[in-house]
């Protein structure tokens, strides 16, 4: 059923019931709700961007990006992780992934990969992988030091502290020429020498945390950290810091140039700059990346025709030594943010990229080049309220204004590098630059004017041809010949109407004086209400703040007193939120914390419950007539509400999302009904969650079941 059709390859689509059908010289292929497709195919295209667009039978239209040049896998396809670190391809054989939750060797089949868990190596993140010259497998993990796996029986054997290895998060290992293993780790850089029976640490160097290390054309050892970038040669170190000039203090990837150069990437911006050994030191040359580029720059490698790869947390840049080229998920990666190490290029061309939510396999196909500059086309133009688009040399009154014209250039690629330029003649010459879509211009004086527009893709040429629209912003009447000849005799009889002129201005004086000061009395009540409001909003959350809080709870427990209802207290905490402000920012923490504050505002339903910002990441909800079993259902639909807001949380260990845990307690007459038992039961029950492992909910009746059987000193927090 539906449209048989063929893509820019020749292959044919053939639509079907069960999905779509692809056939290639070799074999038949099948799209189906196996790989994400759901649902009856009526027809299929191939767009000049190769993304294939294929109509669904009552599920629309859906866009398989990169089609026939990414290939995606994630935990729905096998993997054990969303989060992929370093991939390490074998000729003819197997593909070795490194994830979040263990290693994998990858078998390729006919339509995909079938994916295994190296057993000895799940469940805990994989960061690092080495092949050594004998078929060994190296891996270096982020909680258990460095693991080697023997080619002959697979054996692990493990390497921590009894071994030398005195960190425990092994970021990287590489095998330089003469066959040393390096490690990063968190407290230095190591090195072990054939037959590898224990690593050493390179004294010299810091015992800081170390992420990268590369080897230069010219076999200089060079290592990236905390405390900078650090170069071994002639058997000394050295050491090159910000105030050397690097762009950034914490170097996260290193690149090693066929010439000799070194690429440096950063964990906190700076971009990427550019190593120029020379004798007796280094030539840096700062901000090379790609415009835009300035966060983290997780990987730095070269594929198999030399072009530069770098991973980033907004996709991946690529360098051909001209111009960069950048590819994120609306080209087809299975996700913008990248990770450490997490690239490998094929002798084929083709490259793997890891990612926070997956794993790509990147077949990079030519691309036609446009034939002619991108040409603009006006889509609308108004002028006040009237739509203009199909007038010629239309005029207008001055009042008319604003004029707002609309623009697009249909023959340029969807990549979203297409520029604008702009100028309006009789107003202004020079070219203005812009990426927008639209342009405003109000209060044009009389005049004739011409409104021109440009386009280019990317640093390519400007249009041919603009578009043009040519109007006249025509004279007022108020300034016309014969209005101005009537204005000359108006002083002939002005005389005779100043003095009544002059009761008017005093009578409308006195009427705008009044006028003021009902203003000023309005705008002082407004004040006061502004002030009352904002002595009880947390100005960040919208919530409650911390003494509305105070005054709510103690009202509700002499309540509680008075009459025999229950009253329960919730009391959230954000699981790890001071590492993610110190990965993201507090920036970034202050927006995690607003939008926790719309959740918790939206699920306190009820008019008579409350929701509060009670200090820092922490907050309450004061849930007035619930008893405990009430009290912990809300407490879970919060926990799993603000997991479902999906916020990224690289730095918790707890999950790739924000989560939260909560300790619950519930007042009666008979127990917790004081504001200060309430409090410190639902604090007790808050930290004996975060100890179970956080993301979880514990209510105040199990702690106190557990504080039978546990030393009380055990549960003060840590």
Known sequence: MGLVATDADGRILIPSPDGLLIRDEKDWQKIDRSVGL???????????????WIGLAGRGLTEWRGYREWENYSSASGLASDIVYEILPQPDGPLWVATEGGL??????????????????VGFPVHSLQMASDGDLWAGTETRGVARIHAPNGVVQW??????????????????????????????????????????RITELPSTRFWAVAEGTDGTIWAGGAGGLFGYSAGRWRNWTRADGLSNQEVLSLGAGVDGTMWIGYRYGGGIDLIHPQPGGIAIEKGVQRRGTDGL??????????????????????????????????????W??????????????????????????????????????????????????????????????????????????????????TVFRYRLEGANISWTET???????????????????????????????????????????????????ICALIPLSAGLGVLRLRVLGAQRRERELQKLVD?????????NEDLLRLSSIDSLTGLANRRVFDQTLARECSRLKRKAFAVSLLILDIDHFKALND???????????????????????????????????????????????????????????????????????????????????????????????LIEAADRALYAAKRSGRNRVNVAQHEAVLQKTVNPAALEPA
């Not at 009526?42 to 993304?51: G, I, L, M, T, V």
């Not at 907004?314 to 001209?322: A, E, F, L, Y």
């Open 435 to 485: 990426a927008q879509r639209e342009l405003q211009f109000a209060a044009l004086p009389p005049g004739a004017y011409r409104l021109q527009i440009e386009a280019r893709e990317g640093d390519g040429v400007w249009s041919d041809h603009s578009a043009e629209f040519p109007f006249k912003v025509l004279t007022p009447w108020y300034l016309t010949w014969w209005f101005v000849g």
């Open 519 to 527: 203003e000023k009395t309005a705008d002082l009540q407004r004040l």
């Open 159 to 200: 390497f921590g502290q009894d071994q030398g290895l005195l960190g425990s998060a092994a970021y990287t290992l590489r095998f330089d020429r003469e066959q040393r293993l390096w490690a990063a780790t968190e407290v230095g850089l190591f090195m072990a020498t054939a037959p590898y029976r224990r690593f050493s």
């Open 38 to 52: 759901h649902g009856a195919v009526y027809s299929a295209f191939e767009d000049r961007q190769h993304s294939l």
């Open 336 to 417: 913008d943010d990248c990770n450490l190490n997490a690239f490998a290029a094929e002798p084929d061309g083709t490259v793997w990229i890891g990612t926070s939510g997956g794993l790509s396999h990147f077949n990079p196909r030519p691309h036609l080049a446009l034939e002619a500059p991108p040409e603009v086309v006006f889509t609308k133009i108004v002028m006040g309220p009237t739509d203009v688009s199909g007038q010629r040399n239309p005029s207008f009154y001055i009042h008319s204004s604003p004029l707002i014209a609309r623009y697009a250039a249909p023959n340029a690629p969807r990549d979203g590098r």
């Open 583 to 677: 990965s993201q920012g507090h920036q970034r923490g202050d927006e995690y914390l607003t939008l926790v504050g719309s959740e918790l505002a939206r699920l306190a339903k009820r008019k008579i419950d409350l929701a509060a910002r009670y200090g820092g990441e922490e907050f309450a909800m004061i849930l007035p007539e619930t008893d405990a079993v009430g009290a912990e259902r809300v407490a879970e639909s919060v926990r799993l509400a603000i997991a479902d807001l999906n916020l990224p949380h690289p730095a918790s260990p707890v999950g790739p999302f924000l989560t939260v845990s909560v300790g619950v307690a519930t007042g009666t007459p008979e127990s917790h009904s004081s504001p200060e038992e």
């Open 104 to 121: 994998l060797r990858g078998t390729p089949r006919q339509f995909g990969i079938a994916w295994k868990s190296v057993a000895g190596l």
């Open 297 to 334: 720059v997780y990987f730095l490698e070269f594929d198999a025709a030399g072009h530069l790869w770098a991973g980033t947390e907004r996709g991946v840049d690529t360098w051909d030594g001209s111009h960069w080229s950048h590819y994120d998920a609306r080209d087809g990666l299975a």
